[in-house]
């Protein structure tokens, strides 16, 4: 970044501030993310934003069958799910990745609590569009 760019008022964005790895080398990240989304632009953001974090590897999915077909060849670190995938809901996806204690976040368009099923109420969220800033904290709690 040039520091002509940045006007005398204006601080650099989060994205140019060099935050130290922590002490045993690791990102502090997940390994493998899997995002579990339809809309493909929505999805090429996300992975993109997830690898600049440092997360090694990111698959993604557009439907339940697929997620449900990629969790079975290989479990994620940690998933990214859009609650509303076209005609289905993630819940099947959210059932495996619970069941199998892998950590999830759901990320939906809609803050209607209605959409979220009664027995994921309590699971975190994250509302599209989001922060980078929500979603690497996001990544960082892995779900908690």
């Not at 996300?46 to 339940?64: A, I, M, W, Y």
């Not at 368009?109 to 800033?133: H, M, N, V, W």
Request: proline share 8%; hydrophobic share 45%; glycine share 6%.
């Amino acid at each position: 970044m040039r520091l002509s760019s940045i006007g005398k008022n204006m601080q650099p964005s989060i994205s140019t501030i060099m935050i130290p790895a922590p002490p045993d080398g690791s990102t502090g990240m997940p390994a493998d993310v899997l995002i579990v989304e339809d809309d493909p632009i929505i999805a090429i953001d996300f992975e993109d934003r997830l690898l600049g974090f440092g997360v090694r590897s990111v698959r993604t999915v557009g439907s339940v069958a697929q997620a449900l077909a990629s969790i079975a060849a290989r479990a994620p670190d940690f998933a990214l799910l859009d609650v509303e995938l076209g005609r289905e809901k993630s819940f099947a996806v959210a059932d495996r990745l619970a069941a199998a204690q892998i950590p999830f976040v759901f990320v939906t368009g809609y803050g209607a609590e209605d959409r979220i099923a009664p027995e994921f109420k309590t699971r975190p969220r994250l509302q599209k569009p989001c922060s980078s800033e929500a979603l690497e904290a996001a990544l960082r709690l892995r779900g908690a």
